[in-house]
């Protein structure tokens, strides 16, 4: 792990493109996940669920980077806050990251357990095709856990703003590109 930075005053540039593409991503999939019930069924479903899948597998790959950057080569900056609201800060970071690797994975297993097609080029087989009893539970904590994303991301983000526009003091410009 990088040593605190004590004079830069910005994260790195990698840091700073994980975090825009995953808060880019994170929403895109939940808006994509309320939508897909709206293709018809068939291919155009099919299709739909396809993109979540896949933008998800992208997700993975995502957060697989941005906690190995992070751990490795990310550029540590002191603490803009106070210890309480730094601890906050901390938790609430790493807790997003724990939340989306839980929907990953929990992700995976609804496919593994409802079995999918993918753009109807290949299909990945269902656990066991004879019970669907394990697709409502598992679709539940998935969609549970997205809520719970959104409300966590949320959050940060209003804090992000609750620092720009009221303490005024450029905590959101550490992550801000260019």
Do not use: C, E
Not at 38 to 64: C, N
Not at 80 to 94: E, N, R, S, V, Y
Not at 108 to 131: E, H, K, Y
Request: no cysteine; hydrophobic share 55%; net charge positive.
């Amino acid at each position: 792990m990088q040593p605190v930075s004590p004079t830069a005053t910005r994260y790195d540039a990698a840091s700073i493109t994980l975090h825009w593409l995953t808060a880019i991503l994170v929403p895109a999939q939940w808006f994509g996940a309320q939508t897909i019930d709206w293709f018809p069924r068939g291919a155009p479903r099919v299709d739909a669920r396809s993109v979540h899948i896949t933008l998800g597998a992208l997700l993975a790959a995502l957060l697989a980077a941005r906690i190995i950057w992070r751990l490795t080569g990310g550029r540590r900056l002191p603490r803009a806050d106070p210890a309480p609201l730094a601890i906050l800060a901390k938790l609430t970071h790493w807790g997003l990251y724990v939340l989306v690797a839980a929907m990953v994975i929990v992700g995976m297993v609804l496919t593994w357990v409802r079995g999918d097609s993918i753009f109807n080029l290949f299909s990945i087989p269902a656990f066991d095709p004879s019970s669907r009893k394990l697709v409502d539970p598992v679709y539940n904590i998935h969609t549970t856990i997205g809520w719970i994303i959104l409300a966590v991301a949320g959050l940060h983000a209003a804090a992000a703003l609750f620092h720009r526009l009221v303490w005024k003091d450029g905590v959101l410009n550490r992550m801000l590109p260019g």
